[in-house]
């Protein structure tokens, strides 16, 4: 692992791994279209090439390892557009899956959590669905080295703040800067595995690096999860907040957590439980 591609470089996640992968000198190049992406969160030394990935054929250089990131992402979301979702999520896995094929190129999905539940609850969850489908379908039928890793619930350094496009803790953090009540869906009961970004970097590139074939996907959780009404509380030790409850909404699972240790006993990966500590922090 040398000549690295991340898709989606410009996004939260994308621009965490491209520091971390900066720092310990690689060579690192990123495609973004910069739908979800910002120029904010480029990385000295990242060569950024402004680009869908449904035209990634048309790139040049040579590369050994691609972490496929980009995706449209959030579930109520898609339910507004799911051309756009099928279009990005599904069709870009398969060019992506494509061009790796032709350039023997290793290749690290980003799969999501919502494989777990009905992928019919949502056009996201189809979707996410469909591209893990497709990463198996290239490993299986033409060799492809793929492998999924499922994320759960990213917070962290450079998460997106705003009530559309955030997680709940993006959105919670938007509102209390618009100095609004903080959004609990449905009861606040459902509880999520929230996975540090740092965590998540760490390994996607024990991923990236491993020899180690996985028949199914590599679980990226922490094992723990906390209601949305623990969240709750954990924002009003640290801010002057209130709450209100609002509709249930389709697509919000009542618990996520991760679903085997493959990654602690096979990669020696290690995640941390720091959500209070970022909430401190903040």
């Known amino acids: 692992m040398k000549n690295i591609l991340i898709t989606g470089g410009a996004g ?13 000198n690689y060579n690192v190049t990123s495609i973004d279209n910069y739908s979800f992406g910002s120029k904010d969160n480029e990385v000295d030394g990242v060569e950024y090439i402004d680009e869908d990935i449904n ?12 972490f496929h990131l980009a995706a449209l992402a959030r579930v109520q979301l898609s339910f507004n557009n799911p051309s756009e979702y099928f279009y990005s999520n599904v069709n870009g896995t398969e060019r992506v899956m494509e061009w790796a094929k032709d350039n023997n190129v290793k290749v690290v999905y980003a ?9 019919a609850d949502s056009p996201y969850a189809m979707y996410k669905f469909l591209g893990e489908e497709i990463c198996k379908l290239y490993k299986n039928s033409y060799n492809l080295n793929v ?3 499922r994320f759960y619930n990213v917070y962290g350094p450079g998460e997106v703040v705003d009530e559309v496009y955030g997680n709940v803790i993006g959105i919670w953090r938007s509102k209390i800067i618009k100095d609004k009540p903080l959004t609990i869906v449905g009861d606040g009961n459902q509880r999520r595995d929230f996975t540090h970004v740092y965590d998540i970097v760490d390994g996607l590139i024990k991923i990236a690096s ?17 209601s949305v009404n623990e969240l709750y509380e954990m924002f009003k030790k640290k801010f002057s907040v209130t709450s209100e409850f609002i509709p249930d909404q389709p697509g919000n699972y009542k618990k996520t957590i991760r679903e085997n240790d493959d990654m602690l006993n096979l990669l020696n990966w290690k995640p941390q439980d720091r959500l209070k500590t970022h909430i401190e922090n903040l």
Do not use: Y
């Open 147 to 149: 492998e999924i890793a």
């Open 12 to 24: 939260f996640i994308g621009s965490n791994l491209a520091k971390e992968l900066i720092n310990r």
């Open 210 to 226: 491993t020899d180690n074939k996985h028949s199914d996907a590599w679980e990226l959780g922490t094992g723990n999860n906390h």
């Open 55 to 66: 035209n990634i054929s048309n790139l040049k250089l040579k590369f050994d390892t691609c």
């Open 111 to 119: 799969g999501s959590s919502s494989r777990h539940f009905n992928p």
